[in-house]
């Protein structure tokens, strides 16, 4: 038997982070990840060696935008350990099918001046929708990077700037009683209060959308980040892939002393007298936790597949029927698709040039369009009739992801993880099986042909992996790649539930982080952060404190005095 201070369940990225921070801590950190390959969502894989040898494709994650809103990559100085981001410029391109186009680069004002090609006042409108939408971000950042219900931690995160931009927000009582109004609304509610244009509207809606519901979702206005966060602080990828995040993190942990065994699927979390005391992983190895075992898996399977009953309901005899019923999951997930290209897309209808290819590019004819991309997997429906999708052609801004002159796109297309009268069919009773999932991809690609009519010619080889693929590699449940829903009610203090929402479980010494804990899902490594600050604090409760007061007060000091 194996004994270590702290172990951690999974060694995708949030894990990494926080076995990096309880490393320089002096914690000894054992990571136990199932699959041979590290990162969890966040890898770059040789999909097709046989195939496509040489190109490297991000099976996941891709579009970084979230690590950029905390201090994650300087804290733990992942710079020095191999990681470069590269920063995507112009960031999102939607052609349209009237031949008009939305181009939206790093600069508001380059980007307004690309929309006002086709309508003066959305141009205008298009400043003061990201503007509003900035102060929103730099306000929510202090509650970003720290646990949900610590208000000390939350208060001491605020410097004169992120004050600024809450107090611009609030105002008087009209200005905040429309805030709350514009958060109770939905995506689309909020940008038809701005724009009139449809080439310009659908992209912001599908944008909005890849928190995972429809645009027409209420309370749900707060989409809005993933457009406006690509202005600032910027949309970038990992020179090498996303893969390349991963091997910096695990540089960082190794380099600590801290111990990272693969293919070790663990089974079940050793509780003793209410207290978790270590896991035992497939085959029967027992690896014990001296201080405290934390999952990066999410809770439901934590606390419903991998431990005692009577362990969970000793502690909490509530807590598996709220994991149960109180966790609300919509039936969309992804259908991925990969190729391997011998030459690059070209938008041929849409002015064609090359910079079109470098940010994320977006297949949204219109509101519609989306809205019925993202309602349909609710209803259990494939929308593949008319495809809409999220695509990239990584090799575009990081040519090192292909042999010399060749490509990769990534696509995603959203999916239902359960299909309408199919169940007990295909993988896992879902519906899916190899067929359906190449025809579906099979529409996808001939949609995107019609905007790039050399697709079809161009492609070398292609990986599909259907949703329920996708949830039996990675282990998400019901495919669901944010652990659960990202809906207002299963944010904050409310994710995964009020009473797990501070990383803390009833169970001593059993921790939670990865994407279905606060701050959510995507690339951002908050919840490993915020998580081993809970443990630290709760372990050196005096000292932990002091040093949080220290660093509050510096950040403090440093935006009032920085620029003078």
Known sequence: MEVYDVVIIGAGHNGLVCAAYLQKAGYNVLLLEKRSILGGASTTEELMPQAAPGFKFNPCAIDHLFIFLGSVIQELELYKYGLEYL????????????????????????????????????????????????????????????????????????????????????????????LLRTMLTSPIDNINEYFDSEFLKAPLARLSAELSSPPSQKAMSFGAMMMVMRHHPGQARPRGGTGALTEALVNVVKSQGGVILTDQHVEKVLVDNGQAVGVRVAGGKEYRANQGVISNIDAKRLFLQLMDTSDVDHADPNLRERLDRRIVDNNESILKIDLALNEPLRFEHHEHKDEYLIGSILIADSVNHVEKAHSDCVQGKIPDDDPSMYLVMPTALDPSMAPTGKHTAWIEFFAPYNITDAAGTGLKGTGWTDELKNQVADQVIDKLAHYSPNLQHSIIARHVESPAELAERLGFYRGNYYHLDMTLEQMLCFRPLPELANYKTPIDNLYLTGAGTHPGGAISGLPGRNCARVFLQEKHPISQTLKDARDSIKSTVESVFGNS
């Open 87 to 178: 920063f995507c410029d112009p960031v999102v391109f939607c052609p349209h099918p009237d031949g008009k186009y939305f181009l939206a680069h790093k600069s508001v004002e380059k980007t307004c001046a690309e929309i006002a090609r086709y309508s003066q006042r959305d141009a205008q409108k298009y400043s003061e929708y990201v503007k509003y939408w900035h102060h929103f971000i730099g306000s929510v950042i202090p509650y970003f990077n720290a646990p949900p219900k610590s208000i000390v931690d939350i208060i001491g995160n605020y410097d004169l700037k992120k004050l600024q931009d809450l107090f611009s927000l609030l105002g008087g009582p009209n200005e905040t009683l429309d």
